[in-house]
T-cell receptor
């Protein structure tokens, strides 16, 4: 499985944009880039995913590098409720062959200061 | 509201007892998953099921059993053979198991065995 590399932790100020980076230099052409986040003592929450093009939804934006070897999750205005561990995960389009599991690394712990 | 429910939120058991964790979804998803999370760690896959009456072992299936008699339900039994059962257990589901589809997680069950 292709691996991802994320910073262990990041800090942000409330109401400012946050850019969470992820490196995935061994990504294959059939890997989707997924982002999930986990608040303390809760189950992970889906944030966004994409293949090649940048993606936007109500929670965040995903910017994917042209060579797809890195991506950035963008929270446009951080709130205190965004403090969580953010996971960047690669998921093969043919993942059903392996049951479609998500492989979680250590993620980035985002803290938001008021 | 559509979603995944897990019960109970907290569960305490004595060593040597089997215990069953409940997972129900009303999202009409075909695929369901059980993950385990230990403190400060990412999630690890225990079992998954892509259709009713079929399930497959994940990475850490020893000491666990599952059933999938209904599309909506995927209970997990932690048996006395599981050497380190104390953990946070998360159930998830997705429309299909392929990489293009996001997984939705339940709130989790925190199991403590003494």
């Amino acid at each position: 499985d292709a691996k991802t590399t994320q910073p262990n932790s990041m800090e942000s100020n409330e109401e400012e944009p946050v850019h969470l980076p992820c490196n995935h230099s061994t990504i294959s052409g059939t890997d989707y880039i997924h982002w999930y986040r986990q608040l303390p003592s809760q189950g992970p929450e889906y944030v966004i995913h994409g293949l090649t093009s940048n993606v936007n939804n109500r929670m965040a934006s995903l910017a994917i590098a042209e060579d797809r070897k890195s991506s950035t999750l963008i929270l446009h205005r951080a709130t205190l409720r965004d403090a969580a561990v953010y996971y960047c995960i690669l998921r093969d389009v043919l993942a059903y062959n392996q049951g479609g599991k998500l492989i979680f690394g250590q993620g980035t712990e985002l803290s938001v200061k008021p | 509201d559509g979603g995944i429910t897990q019960s109970p939120k907290y569960l305490f058991r004595k060593e040597g007892q089997n215990v069953t964790l409940s997972c129900e979804q009303n999202l009409n998803h075909d695929a369901m998953y059980w993950y385990r999370q230990d403190p400060g760690q990412g999630l690890r896959l225990i079992y998954y099921s892509q259709i009713v009456n079929d399930f497959q072992k994940g990475d850490i299936a020893e000491g666990y059993s599952v059933s999938r008699e209904k599309k909506e339900s995927f209970p997990l039994t932690v048996t006395s053979a599981q050497k380190n059962p104390t953990a946070f257990y998360l159930c998830a589901s997705s429309f299909l198991a392929g990489g293009a589809y996001e997984q939705y997680f339940g709130p989790g069950t925190r199991l403590t065995v003494t």
